[in-house]
């Protein structure tokens, strides 16, 4: 995965378009890896990520995506000196790193980083659905860690091949896996939630 779901705390409007071609960019990055192996030269897919950090940290609304492209950054400059690809295939364990920072710290300093986001559609959540965020925070910090693992894994066994299907669409389906998953439970404990107060009214 080299890309993030929305960030913890989005601010409203519609992105910029240099964001959207950024976040596209990271979202193509392993399949121009991948195509520029026997093509291409390591030296020039990490000029391409130092522009990549840059461009990150140019139009990012978001503090923490500026340590995240400053090591982007040395990834790149490492490919530059080594002329080696390993440094470069690293680049999705920083964004999934990064990530899981900034949602285990919003655990640790509330709120937590899926309450924000639900605060945007329902300013007034019960203390029922603030657990329930929270628990959903936790379930994306232990994603992002094992993501990481993966990819880091990818970027120093796995051929090319394997590395780009894994970060440039695996990732991405155990992401959708996960927010789908999510949004069923979520409608179950909302319907639960309903009969109980359903049950309560009966009762008054």
């Not at 093509?39 to 950090?53: S, T």
Request: charged share 15%; proline share 7%; net charge positive.
């Amino acid at each position: 995965m080299t890309e993030p779901i929305p960030s913890p705390t989005p601010r409203r409007g519609r992105p910029s378009p240099a964001g959207v071609l950024v976040v596209a960019a990271g979202v193509v990055y392993p399949l121009v890896v991948w195509l520029a192996l026997g093509h291409v030269g390591p030296r020039w897919i990490a000029l391409g990520l130092a522009a990549l950090a840059l461009a990150r940290a140019v139009v990012a609304r978001e503090r923490f995506w500026w340590p995240a492209s400053a090591a982007v950054g040395l990834l790149a400059l490492a490919g530059l000196c080594t002329d080696d690809w390993v440094p470069l295939k690293l680049y999705p364990v920083v964004v999934n790193l990064a990530l899981l920072a900034v949602f285990a710290a919003s655990l640790r300093r509330g709120p937590s980083a899926i309450e924000r986001l639900a605060r945007l559609r329902e300013p007034d959540l019960a203390p029922a659905a603030v657990a329930y965020t929270r628990r959903v925070t936790q379930v994306w910090c232990v994603f992002f860690a094992g993501n990481a693992l993966v990819s880091a894994a990818t970027a120093v066994w796995a051929g090319a091949a394997g590395w780009a299907l894994y970060n440039g669409l695996l990732a991405y389906v155990a992401m959708g896996a996960l927010m789908g998953g999510e949004w069923l439970v979520r409608r179950r404990v909302r319907a639960r939630a309903g009969a109980g107060q359903g049950a309560l009214d009966g009762r008054a």
